[in-house]
C-alpha cells in the first residue's frame, strides 16, 4: 500500500477529493494532510474525519517536517500547496511528487500564479481554452515533467470566475485517478 501526503494551503478540496478517492483503494491511501497555513479551510474540511494533519511553518520547521515525511509517506501529492518545494525535500522525494496547476503549462505558471490569479491571466490573455496540468515537481515552480493536460473551451475574455468553474470541476474529474496511475507506475520503484 503506498502512502500518501497531501499538502494543501486552501480550502482543501482537492485534498478531500483525494481522500476520498482513495479511501477504498488497494494501492495507495491518503496518511496524511499538511499545511503550512494554520487558517486554512483545509483543516475545517477535515474535521471529523479520521486521519492525521499536520501544520508546519516552512521557514523553521522545514527539515524536521521532511524527516517526518520521509519515516510516514512514499509519495507527496500538492492540493493547491502555494509554496515552494525546497530541494533537501525534492532530493530525498525524487520524482515522488506531484501538483495540479490549473492552467495549461507552460503557460500561466511561475512563482506568484496560482488560485484566482492564474483564471485572471488566461482571461486577459485572450485564449480560448484553458484546464489543469498535473506535473512532477522540481524545485522550481511549474517546471517539473507533464504527466497529463486536460482542456476545456473558453471564451477569449471570459470572466475569471466562469473559467475557474470549468477548471474546478476538470480538477475534481481527473487529479484522483492520474495521480492513482502515476502510483502504479511508481511502485515498483518504491
Ligand atoms: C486549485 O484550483 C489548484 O489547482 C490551485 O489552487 C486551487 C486550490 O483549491 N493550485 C495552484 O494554483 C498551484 N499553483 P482547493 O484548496 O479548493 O483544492
Sequence with gaps: MVKIAVL???SGSNALKLFRYFENSRLARVEMIVTNNPKAGVIDRF??????????????DSSQTLEALNSRVDVLL?????????KDWTNIF????????????????GKGMY???????VSESGDVESGITVHMVNERYD????I???????????????????VRSLEKEHYAP?????????????
Design 8 to 10: 494543501a494551503s486552501g
Design 47 to 60: 474535521q471529523g474525519i479520521k486521519t492525521t494533519i499536520l501544520v508546519f511553518n516552512p521557514s523553521t
Design 78 to 86: 500538492l492540493a493547491g500547496y502555494m509554496r515552494l518545494i525546497p
Design 94 to 109: 525524487h520524482n515522488r511528487i506531484l501538483n495540479i496547476h490549473p492552467a495549461l503549462l507552460p503557460k500561466h505558471g
Design 115 to 121: 488560485g484566482k490569479r492564474v483564471h485572471k491571466a
Design 143 to 146: 517546471e517539473g515533467a507533464i
Design 148 to 166: 497529463a493536460q486536460f482542456k476545456v473551451q473558453i471564451e477569449p475574455g471570459e470572466a475569471p470566475g466562469l473559467i475557474e468553474q470549468k
Design 178 to 190: 492520474t495521480a492513482a496511475q502515476w502510483i502504479m507506475g511508481l511502485t515498483s520503484s518504491l
